[in-house]
């Protein structure tokens, strides 16, 4: 008997789940130009999903879309049902918080933040009220009758949060909502963004180049690249099984080898590279024919670097020289040279100081690299 | 050297300014000469103002004017905000170009030409509907108003390009109409705007001479016309008397602005720093 699944945190994986934003191939052209390139789309109630890309590959545009700020040039897009082709941005059931914040700046922050439920011919008394409590959860009460000009960057920021969170959208899209904000800022407001995510329930989208962002909010990324999805998946799937070369590249950092598929066993495939020499011994089959060009990518962080050499067998295993050494503090990061002038990166955690840990590895030093049959990834593409 | 330089600068400051004053300061004096010929000086007297003030002449045209400028700068502020927002928010119309062009023809064709067709216009409409049955108030004011309204345009077109677009996205999108969206968000943020284009408008209308002369009537005498008229015949103090006057009201024009700038600013000045001490 198969046991009940739990999807309550994956919606996406339950197979009678309905999406609450259907994007349905949706294009949007300027001119001849193809901002964003014919995408689908799905996401869940409740998510916190993040789109990731790098500078001008369409996120944006996606976003304005969803708000109602352009009109796709083609395909449709649902939300809860509804075909919003036609709906203005003034009747559809999301708020936005936009990446330069957009505060009104003749009005005091308690009248920016009143500003949407006043549109809303909500009654007096339920405003007060809602407006206060949306004002202290942002812990702005002091700052209530400032202007926009007065306040910090942080501060504004939460002002526009609070102004989009307040009208309870069923969506919020947020464009950049971190971007100005210094690194101890950032982090706490991530923490508060989650939280707020979970406690009101609302379906997030949060457009972000920066990956860090996207790994530590996220339910899942869709990773961008000139106006298409790359790969959609949890940040762990795209960060452990990237399914192309510029996803790896994009998220964290890898080592990036070309090489033939020289044996295809039904659980397992040989990857042999030739600059450097070197074999892979991946453990998982693969539908591919023997002698294709593939890509195999390692993360820095699942190589071993030692100074012996290490016991089992020839595949997996690479010797080369200590080029660089970068102390981090938690970790510390190697460039080593391998097979005439390639270098590979790897970071590995400091357990022990540098001067007590034996032996210690220094500059020009022969090391050995060593790493599982599970760590590497085989790329077609 | 430096001191050379500062000796250089110095006098060319006060050259630039006795070329700038020097007039004013000498018409203000001629208007307390108690002589009636101009350059001969007299001795001193107020009698030019007093008799200036018992002209109604001067009183009808200084009213005909004032009526004729705020008349205008209504109208001119109103219209030329409508002109801009077309310009700036409205997308690719058509034929956006062409107004645009259209827009600004005012600010460059020169007045006479202006005064003339206009003037062409206000003759072939009375032939052919019988409005205007004469020329005085409203066609100056109708005149007027085509040519502020081009520099109120281009007043609003610069503040809306500088004004950031999302704002009128974020009011729409926390449910405004477009209506609410320009009374809520656009007009207050144009207000300085449109301030400033409606005392344009005034001053130019208060000191146009040639397109009121092309198209009043016999009736109709603005300040600019009267002064006009009256110098031809000879330098007058009485004339002197009514400039400096002009002046005067100008001057604390200026003043009051500027005060009421220096004193925004320095509030903002200092809602900064309270912001700065209050944040860690
Ligand atoms: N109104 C427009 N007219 C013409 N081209 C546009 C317009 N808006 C966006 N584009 C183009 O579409 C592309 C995608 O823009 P978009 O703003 O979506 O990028 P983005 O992914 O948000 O980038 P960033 O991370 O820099 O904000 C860009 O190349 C941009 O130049
Ligand atoms: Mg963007």
Redesign the interface.
Known sequence: MAEALDYTDRPWLDPEAEPFIKVQSVSKHFGDFTAVDSVDLDIYKGELFCLLGGSGCGKSTLLRML???ETPSSGTILIDGQNMNDV????RP???M?Q?Y?????MTVWNNVA??LR??KVPKSEIQQRVDEMISMVELDQFAK??P????GG?KQRVALA?ALV?QPKVLLLDEPLGALDKRLREQTQYELMNIQEQLGVTFIVVTHDQEEAMTLSTRIAVMDTGRFQQIGTPTEIYEFPNSRVVANFIGNANMFEGRIIENGPDHVIVESNDPKCEFFVDHGMSIQEGTKVWVALRPEKVRISKESPANSSANTIRGMVHDIGYLGGTSTYRVQVDGDHMIEITSPNMMRPRDASPPIDWDEEVYLSWDASSSVVLTK | MNQKRSIFLLSTLAFGIAFLYIPMVLLIFYSFNKSKIVPIWGGFSTKWYVELFKSPEVWDALTLSLKIATVNACFATILGTLAGLALVRFGRFRGRTLFSGMISAPLVMPEVITGLSLLLLFIWLQSAIGWPSERGFSTITIAHITFSMAYVAVIIQSRLAGMAQDLEEAAQDLGAKPLRVLTDITLPLLAPGMLAGWLLSFTLSLDDLIIASFVTGPGATTLPILIYSRIRLGLRPDINALATIIILVVAIGVLVAGYIMLRQQKQRALDMQMTAEETP
């Open positions: 708000a109602g700020f203005p941005p003034y009747e999301v708020n936005m936009f330069s957009a505060l009104f700046p003749h500003y949407g549109r809303d400032r202007k000009h007065q306040l910090s501060q102004r009208k």
